[in-house]
């Protein structure tokens, strides 16, 4: 655990141990879909666990992304999906990207060291 607040996990791992349920993350997923709108997802959520590899167990998650639907006359057409999950498991070989935000926005760097 002591490799984990220093370097670039310990944001994951402040996070984490915040006591404010204001800390939030938000994860860009690489989905494994052969359609373009679906291949990315973004995810919003309280950090409860993670790992060097970075697997992530997210609370009260929040998942949106694009589908294509095929209508009748061959048209396709993109939905807008939100999924809320009360907990969720990310496999870390899919996360692409990681931010830590607040509910009013991203999060500061704290001055204290």
Do not use: C
Not at 36 to 49: C, D, K, P, Q, V
Not at 76 to 88: A, C, M, W
């Amino acid at each position: 655990m002591a490799e984990q607040q220093q370097g670039p996990l310990s944001l994951l791992y402040r996070a984490m141990t915040s006591d404010s349920l204001r800390v939030r993350i938000l994860v860009r997923r690489r989905k494994a879909k052969p359609l373009r709108t679906e291949r990315f997802s973004w995810i919003n959520g309280h950090l409860a666990a993670f790992d060097k590899h970075l697997n992530l167990a997210l609370r009260e998650a929040v998942e949106e992304y694009d589908h294509q639907l095929l209508e009748d006359n061959n048209e396709v057409v993109v939905v807008g999906v939100r999924k809320h999950t009360p907990q969720l498991f990310v496999r870390g070989d899919t996360v692409v990207l990681v931010s830590l935000v607040e509910d009013g926005g991203p999060l500061k760097e704290s001055s204290d060291k």
